[in-house]
């Protein structure tokens, strides 16, 4: 259902503003709403304006900004290792604070420069790593006191290898050798050798072929061949445990301060709010006013509330909602009890508005008996309600899960209801075995009354729709509309009886002078509502129509469900047979969850609900404190 909202005017002195503005905050139950104060006509001396803040207020407004921002800045550059909360009181340590985070901001970005350099220095040693060690069984072939000049270069494939090798040989005249081997990570690698003579234009071949040549560091370049692997393992060990200092410190520094600073953040957060709050006040020379709106059953709450902390000096007062106010109420949305978890449908649509309804008991009431008009099998039904027990138990209360199995545990029933009206169960199982008898009809059978039966269902559907939407109209003051509305109703139930006079000829219902009475209305339509108003009430009869679906998927699924238990009966063996007959009844089901599910969901989105929900409502959105 839709909250009676309330409008309410807060006045009080100037000074007590921010004080007014932190209690609302703390109560979270109250929406400001500055457009509402452009109505309000005061003498011309005490005309409104916007508050503007005085210059202590300008001054910590700022100062709590900088301490915010630079707050910020030192809680990201932290691992975030702690997340306890303890009691603070800020407002006393704010100038301690904001001498400290400075010196831990600068403290904290120097770690993480160093723990970055660190890092990057720890991926190039590990890619050399990998290199050389893959290159380390050919470097063992190598004399110890060999002075050739060695290359280590990453090829692309082995097309290249080759074309490399050849180039190299040429160019040298064969005063070089090339040897290959694969990393880890399956790169392909060289090792090139060759005498100090060559290695000049050597390298500027390597250059000119786009032959990437690993570098080392230089206090790693003069080493030994046979010694560059194991410098290479002894710098990687200093950086590790470089970079495990530094985030150990980092994690102290986390631990210590991040609780008192997090805790600040928040209080800070809060108190920036209420300077940005102040410009939904306006002021006279001598007070301030708000208005806003809140819940109608919390106003006398608050009003206590306000009278407690200010001792008379700030009022409250419930004002009249006006007409050209309506489309500016908020709108709060709760569903208590057993319509609470048709809300997941009813989230699917944008919010209505303040004057027209809230959808999810309407969904609560119809959907379910859709969905057992539709589905109206008991045995189908028993799984579902199995199933729905299941998702109730095992997710907490509001949990999606859990909302969805309250859904299907109504809509089971009604399927077991209409299962037992039909006669089936598992299709004509129940009959075949048991001996179950439909108490209503069989639809398998009696397609007509079936189809009768949807259509009636339909027409009550839509003309409780246009009754629904006359009496918002009436609320709303449009009375044009609510007679529009009125007269498609009446026009709608008069072409209803010709149609059933027509079909069902009776000596009390004569088609001709109900045609005559929609005849006499229609004049009225088209004045109130122009020239369309004859395809709308041709698209209210399309939308009647459309309830046939009912009937529709209702028989394929009898006509599926006799097929299983027929195939399954064909297989000669009864494991086969159950085997055969449970497969298609698992997939009819499946279907029967679906399609029922999403049909009467239209039935109610387009057919039902276009003829009165007046979407695109405010969503309340009150002032509340931040989660610490």
């Known amino acids: 259902m839709i909250i009676r909202m309330a409008k309410v005017e807060i006045v009080g002195p100037k000074q007590d503003l921010l004080n007014t503005l932190d209690l609302l905050h703390d109560r979270g139950i109250f929406q400001p709403d500055p457009q509402l104060l452009e109505r309000i006509e005061l003498a011309r001396e005490d005309h409104l304006q916007a508050l503007v803040l005085d210059e202590n207020n300008l ?34 340590v704010m100038d301690l604070l904001d001498e400290l985070v400075d010196k831990h901001l600068e403290i904290a970005r120097e770690m993480v420069r160093q723990l970055t350099d660190c890092q990057n220095e720890i991926d190039d040693l590990q890619r050399d790593l990998a290199f050389w060690q893959a290159l380390e069984p050919l470097l063992s072939d190598l004399p110890e006191d060999s002075n050739l000049e060695i290359f280590g270069v990453t090829i692309r494939d082995a097309r290249q290898l080759q074309a ?13 050798h090339i040897s290959s081997a694969t990393t880890a990570d399956g790169s392909l690698v060289g090792l090139i050798a060759t005498d100090c003579e060559t290695s000049g234009p050597l390298r500027q071949v390597l250059t000119d072929e786009r032959v990437p040549e690993l570098s080392l560091p230089e206090e790693l370049a003069d080493l030994p061949l046979s010694k560059r692997i194991l410098a290479l393992h002894d710098r990687l060990d200093l950086l590790l445990a470089n ?24 209080w800070l957060a809060e108190r920036l709010t209420l300077y940005r ?65 048709f809300e997941v449908f009813s989230r699917l649509l944008p919010l209505p508005k303040y004057s027209s309804y809230d959808p999810t008991p309407l969904i609560g009431l119809f959907f379910p008996v859709f969905f057992g008009m539709i589905l109206g099998d008991i045995g189908y039904g028993m799984i579902l309600l199995l199933i729905a027990l299941f998702l109730a138990k095992h997710y907490q209360p509001h949990h999606l899960a859990s909302d969805l199995g309250k859904i299907l545990g109504v809509a089971a029933l009604y399927t077991l209801f209409f299962g037992v009206l039909y006669g089936e169960l598992f299709g004509d199982l129940g009959e075949t075995w048991l001996g179950l008898h439909p108490l209503w009809f069989d639809r398998g059978k009696a397609v007509l009354p079936m189809t009768v039966f949807a259509l009636t ?23 044009r509309l609510a007679l529009v509305k009125f007269a498609t109703l009446l026009s709608t139930l008069l072409l209803v009886l010709a149609v059933v006079g027509y079909f069902y000829p009776q000596s009390w219902l004569k088609t001709g002078p109900l045609l005559i009475g929609v005849g006499i209305l229609m004049p009225v339509l088209v004045a109130a509502e122009g020239l369309l108003a ?13 309830y046939i679906r009912i009937m529709a998927i209702g028989f394929s699924s009898v006509l599926l469900a006799m097929v299983a238990n027929r195939l399954g009966g064909m297989t000669g063996d009864v494991m086969a047979g159950i085997l055969v007959a449970g497969i298609l009844h698992a997939f009819n089901l499946l279907l029967g969850v679906f399609a029922p599910t999403v049909h009467s969901l239209r039935l109610h989105y387009v057919e039902f609900f276009s003829k009165f929900l007046d979407l695109g409502g405010r969503r309340f959105d009150p002032w509340q404190k931040r989660s610490p």
């Open 59 to 92: 001054h910590e407004r700022s100062f709590f900004q900088g301490l915010f921002e630079r707050i910020t800045q030192l809680l990201a550059l932290l691992p975030e290792a702690s997340a306890d909360l303890p009691p603070l009181q800020p407002l006393p």
């Open 534 to 546: 004859p395809l709308e009430l041709l698209k209210t009869m399309g939308n009647i129509i459309s």
């Open 277 to 341: 709050a102040t410009a939904t006040a306006y002021t006279t020379r001598l007070c301030f006013i708000i208005q806003g709106w809140m819940a109608e059953n919390e106003v006398s709450d608050l009003h206590n509330d306000l009278n407690q902390a200010f001792t008379g000096r700030v009022v409250l007062e419930q004002q009249a909602i006006l007409d050209e106010e309506i489309e500016q109420v908020p709108v709060i949305l709760r569903n208590p009890g057993y319509f609470a978890p």
């Open 243 to 266: 970079a495990k200092g530094l985030e150990a410190e980092l994690r102290d520094l986390d631990v210590q301060w991040r609780p008192i600073y997090r805790r600040a953040l928040n």
């Open 457 to 479: 269902v339909g027409v009550v559907h839509v003309l409780l729709g246009i009754i629904l939407g006359a009496l918002a109209d009436l609320r709303r003051h449009k009375p």
């Open 164 to 176: 490399l090798e050849g180039l190299l040989q040429k160019l040298t005249q064969g005063r070089c």
